[in-house]
């Protein structure tokens, strides 16, 4: 059970990880227009949303840098 939970943390951390990157491309990116970036930013945020629910459910602390 316990390596589970490790792996399950990992796993989490790992995406949690690359929406936080995709949130910060998508904000630095000049090539798109505004409202493209609040239809994008929103669906990131979405999964965001969803990983941090799935952390809790599973009473995993994320540790994300």
């Known amino acids: 059970m316990i390596f589970t939970l490790m792996n399950y943390r990992e796993d989490l951390e790992i995406k949690l990880q690359k929406i936080i990157l995709a949130i910060q491309e998508v904000n630095e990116d000049s090539h798109i227009t ?18 941090i629910y799935k ?5 995993i602390d994320l540790k994300v840098a």
């Open 34 to 51: 505004d409202r493209e970036k609040r239809k994008i930013l929103s669906k990131l945020v979405h999964f965001k949303k969803a990983i």
């Open 55 to 59: 952390s809790m459910q599973l009473h």
